[in-house]
């Protein structure tokens, strides 16, 4: 892996890539959950409210547009969630041709721009058919997973030398299995603890084969493999005793139960307590944690949006303090609250750079001083005004540099920092707020029926951060107003 710090924007198959029913695709389990349930809260304009993932930016169609566009922001890499039933859709055996070739074009046509792909192998998005055979509850999926990462790394090996198994095992397995707003959409504890088992397997033969690949010559040598986790670090509600002690729990939870099993091949006590207080019926034999620890991740793929801040006490809801009830975790005086004189996006997301830096430091200390970390999502939802010829999401700009500003410091005061990669290349299908919560550099028009590409002045100002290299991070609205409009001279039908 070359040592330049890399520049770059990450996004997510089901989320743009449509086509779901083309190209000898069958349904994951996000394509049969949007298909029966999906609920979009209130806001903003009507004719928005979409809810099919059907089409979404139409990246399967457009990927050669969209890597033009990406030469033209000047981008070192692309970070992709990628699609197991794409390239698997019937089983664990059948390979589809049409599936893998699209994926080849696509690294072929990133590499031709000199731009690195970055695949995230699994995105929440099991397949239907494995999901009718148990999915993650059933230890069979190890297996199957194995043969999806043999093909990927057989195909796609000589196009990049970064790679990572998972995003967001922690979204994947609670929000999945324990509350049921993802898909499956399960209640059951028992479940919940069966599948994070078998992720951490399944990211442990992914290893395996990671290594079997480089052997062969398929990877480079200095090929690295990690795991994309999204801890949010705490912020203690007040100083006292008990609020910081709160943090603590909070973190072996939010943090060390997504990242020790995958880099230091263990389970930390508050799991193995979880699964005693909760009398589920599940051990881990001794082959399997042996195997954990033989099969470690190199480096952690982290994605900070926010902290969260964390109370011991049990508040009643007091609109003049929060803005939001606060709210309960399974923890024992871990709970959450939202301060009112704190920053927030429209859908009550923090604003809050305050602990990148602190938080990469610890990242360090716990899981090796030397392990590099790459901010793989950092972004900021919005409802972008689209009504004008320019899109000026200024918003998202100072949220975007506060953001790199303290990326590169970290950098600065010793992390290994190796890269920045933002959430998101193009305006998505966001599973919080369907095509109403604007994340791009690019604005997809969800009504067009050719979804009609627009840079926004975010497209702009990160240009110039990928040319000075997050030398220069400060800008004049002027300056970018006159930019946008003139990379807007050229955006031609090639573009669109
Ligand atoms: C990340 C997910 O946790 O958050 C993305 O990996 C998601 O898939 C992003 O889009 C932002 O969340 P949301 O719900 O605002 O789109």
């Not at 949007?34 to 209130?42: L, Q, V, W």
């Not at 389970?267 to 944690?289: A, G, H, M, Q, R």
Request: aromatic share 16%.
């Amino acid at each position: 892996m070359k040592k330049e710090f890399i520049f770059s924007v990450s996004t997510n198959a089901f989320q743009i890539e449509g086509a779901r029913s083309l190209g000898g695709r069958t349904d994951s389990i996000w394509d049969e959950f949007t298909k029966r349930n999906f609920y979009i809260p209130a806001l903003g304009k009507a004719e928005r409210e979409i809810n099919s993932i059907e089409i979404a930016a139409d990246f399967y169609h457009k990927y050669k547009t969209d890597c033009r566009i990406m030469d033209k922001l000047g981008l070192k890499g692309f970070v992709y969630n990628m699609d197991w039933t794409r390239i698997f859709p019937k089983d664990e055996n059948y390979i589809n041709p049409e599936g893998i070739k699209f994926y080849i074009d696509l690294f072929e046509e990133l590499n031709k721009y000199g731009i690195k792909p970055i695949p995230i192998l699994f995105h929440w998005d099991t397949p239907l058919w494995a999901e009718i055979r148990g999915g993650f509850e059933n230890p069979e999926i190890i297996q199957w997973f194995k043969n999806y990462v043999e093909c990927c790394f057989k195909y796609l090996g000589k196009y990049t030398d970064i790679w990572f198994v998972n995003d967001e095992n922690s979204s994947f397995a609670q929000s999945g299995y324990i509350t049921g707003d993802f898909p499956p959409g399960k209640k059951d504890k028992t479940a919940f603890v069966k599948v994070l088992h078998n992720l951490n397997m399944s990211a442990a033969i992914t290893m395996e084969e990671f290594k079997k690949a480089k052997d062969k010559g398929l990877l480079s040598k200095e090929s690295i493999l990690g795991i994309d986790h999204d801890w949010s670090p705490p912020v203690p509600y007040t100083d006292s005793k008990e609020d910081i002690e709160a943090c603590e729990k909070y973190n072996e939870w939010w943090k060390d139960l997504y990242l020790d099993p995958n880099l230091k091949g263990e389970y930390p006590k508050v799991f193995l307590e979880f699964i005693k207080d909760n009398k589920i019926d599940v051990t881990f034999s001794k082959e399997d944690l042996q195997y954990l620890k033989n099969n470690k991740l190199d480096f952690i793929g982290w994605n900070y949006y926010r902290p969260i801040y964390v109370t011991a006490n049990d508040f009643e809801y007091d609109e003049t303090k929060f803005i939001s009830p606060p709210s309960k975790t399974h923890l024992k005086n871990v709970n959450f609250v939202q301060p009112i004189e704190k920053k927030y996006t429209k859908w009550k997301w923090p604003v809050d750079n305050t602990k990148l830096v602190e938080g990469a430091k610890r990242l360090s200390k716990d899981y090796g001083k030397n392990i590099p970390i790459m901010i793989i999502e950092n972004g900021f939802g919005d409802f972008d005004d689209k009504s004008k010829d320019l899109i000026l999401d200024w918003d998202r700009i100072e949220y975007l540099k506060d953001h790199i500003q303290e990326t590169l410091r970290a950098k600065e005061e010793g992390v290994n920092m190796i890269g920045y990669s933002l959430w998101t290349y193009c305006d998505i299908f966001s599973p919080s707020g369907g095509y109403r919560k604007d994340y791009g550099l690019v604005s997809v028009d969800f009504n067009s029926p050719i979804r009609e590409r627009k840079p926004k002045a975010s497209f702009a100002w990160y240009k110039k951060i990928i040319e000075n290299e997050g030398k220069e991070l400060e800008y004049s609205q002027s300056e970018i107003i006159s930019d946008l409009t003139g990379i807007l001279k050229d955006w031609d039908i090639f573009y669109k």
